[in-house]
């Protein structure tokens, strides 16, 4: 099973949070499974869905140190990157940087607010490594 470098996820992170004026916080990412993010997607959002990302800010909107969690199904993000046409790791990173924003208080509800979201991982994409994001290798339990 491939694991996300660490490394390369924090600089990620951290492209996307200098960029937005943001220097100090704590994100955790969580890379699971289906049925983990379909159960937090239940029990916070009340809908029985799968989904590929999903963003907790766990300290106030207001604050300018960002602390949070982001949850990535990675089943999910296979599954996106084949629809898509795109590779695996692209499709990691942009939930990744997609995740990061929402912790920015970035929401993608309305057409438009959608389209500027897209827009941001559109451009992070192309200031970050995501090629050599799954380097690692962890055996199954």
């Not at 949070?17 to 239940?42: A, P, S």
């Amino acid at each position: 099973m491939d694991q996300p470098d660490d490394e390369i996820c924090c600089k990620i992170l951290r492209t996307v949070l200098e960029d937005q004026d943001i220097d100090d916080g704590t994100i955790t990412v969580i890379f699971g499974q289906d049925e983990l993010l379909r159960g937090l997607k239940k029990q916070f959002f009340q809908k029985n869905q799968f989904t590929d990302v999903i963003a907790f800010r766990l300290n106030n909107y207001k604050e300018k140190a960002v602390e949070g969690e982001v949850y990535i199904s990675l089943p999910r993000a296979r599954e996106n990157a084949e629809i898509f046409g795109e590779p695996f790791e692209k499709e990691v990173t942009r939930l990744l940087i997609h995740g990061v924003l929402h912790l920015l208080g970035f929401d993608d509800i309305t057409k438009i607010s959608k389209k500027e979201m897209t827009s941001l991982e559109d451009t992070y994409l192309t200031m970050v490594r995501w090629k050599k994001l799954f380097t690692k290798k962890i055996s199954s339990l």
